[in-house]
């Protein structure tokens, strides 16, 4: 396997049917998307690839969407879904790339290191005529041993720390519009506007037709929003999702340091006392 978190179709396509590997399907989307990620995986999918509900395989517990389940929580679902210790797994979404972002970091928060991103997605694998069929998928169960790995993991409190002493960058992956407070978020409870000395680098500047720009141009975009590659990073976003496509492109480019905002922007706005900032 290559260092880069993420493979092509074509290797995928070449390397499909190897005993120990396991394809994702992580599909998830925002209620303004208007789709149903479980119809769509029964109607459709990579061959053999199990469906992974990051609404479901979370702490349900917590009234935060999608939060990072305890360890043996996590490892339960995984062996219920076959997956087990030693595999390689593979993430793709129906965006091209979205929620395989928010898997690849859960499984990397779970101590995995043979963890990809399918670039493009189903919907680069559909365009090139590779094979989908909605055959029923039936792994038998396998160990997973999950180990909860502390250092790519923020919680609010810190987050408030780290911009509080500069301990480390905080990039939101928002739009420019909500990160400024000038559009509404997509969940109205909430304020739009950003936390005080955060960044901003929308993830859509990150990709091109659902798959990763080219490292250079990824590291271009970071630095041009304020980001110093010598210097620890945490990513934020709505709700965690997102915030992963920022750490995945820093993994590609080689950035080490990262940690996730695990509630993102859902946990800081929905606090009482939270300072919001919005462009004047």
Known sequence: MTDSPIVSTEWLAKNIDAPDLVVVD????????QRDPKAEYRAEHIPGAV????????????????????PHVFSSKMRKLG????QTIVAYDGMGLLSAARVWWMFKAM???SIYVLDGGLP?????????DDDPVRRPERHFS??????????YDMVRSALGNGGAQVVDARSAA???GEAPEPRPELSSGHMPGSLNLPYDQLLENGTLRSPGEIEAAFKQAGVDYSKPVITTCGSGVSAAILFLALDMTGHRNVALYDGSWTDWASRDGAVIEKNS
Do not use: C, N, Q
């Not at 997956?83 to 030693?86: F, K, L, P, R, V």
């Not at 680069?124 to 989908?132: I, L, N, Q, S």
């Not at 999950?146 to 919680?155: M, T, Y």
């Open 51 to 70: 469906y992974f509900d990051i609404d479901d395989i979370a702490d349900t517990s917590s009234s935060l969407p999608h939060m990072l389940p305890a």
């Open 83 to 86: 997956i087990g210790d030693g």
């Open 111 to 113: 101590g995995v290191e």
């Open 178 to 180: 909500r990160f400024a």
């Open 26 to 33: 992580g599909s998830w989307y925002l209620p303004a998307h």
């Open 124 to 132: 680069k694998w559909k365009a090139e005529g590779r094979p989908v």
């Open 146 to 155: 999950a180990r909860l790995d502390h250092a790519l993991v923020r919680d």
